[in-house]
Nanobody, 119 residues
């Protein structure tokens, strides 16, 4: 079984930055994609960013493009989300997720880390 553990959330003022980390552990792990999602109060969970593990290719939601950067450290089985120019509407619980073949959806999820951006 694979466990994903997020860290790095917190309270920050608008315009500030945070860096989230997500470490995978439990067994040898070879994801196809790893990604970040978020869920704000009263809203559905939404996609934020994803990275293809083998190539490093990335894809972002329009709402965060140019402000957030997803990256990975394969040796540490860790994915990061650097969040800059944060806005109050970025406030949410942020979840890390992994898609490991042969499953074609994100099949491992972390517990989430709270990010709060004050105005």
């Amino acid at each position: 079984q694979v466990q994903l553990v997020e860290s790095g959330g917190g309270l920050v003022q608008a315009g500030g930055s945070l860096r989230l980390s997500c470490a995978a552990s439990g067994r040898t792990f070879s994801p196809y994609h790893m990604g970040w999602f978020r869920q704000a109060p009263g809203k559905e969970r939404e996609f934020v960013a994803t990275i293809r593990w083998s190539t490093g290719n990335t894809f972002y939601a329009d709402s965060v493009k140019g402000r957030f950067t997803i990256s990975r450290d394969s040796a540490k089985n860790t994915v990061y989300l650097q969040m800059n120019s944060l806005k109050p509407e970025d406030t949410a619980v942020y979840y890390c997720a992994a898609q490991e073949p042969p499953v074609v959806r994100y099949n491992y999820w972390g517990q989430g880390t709270q990010v709060t951006v004050s105005s």
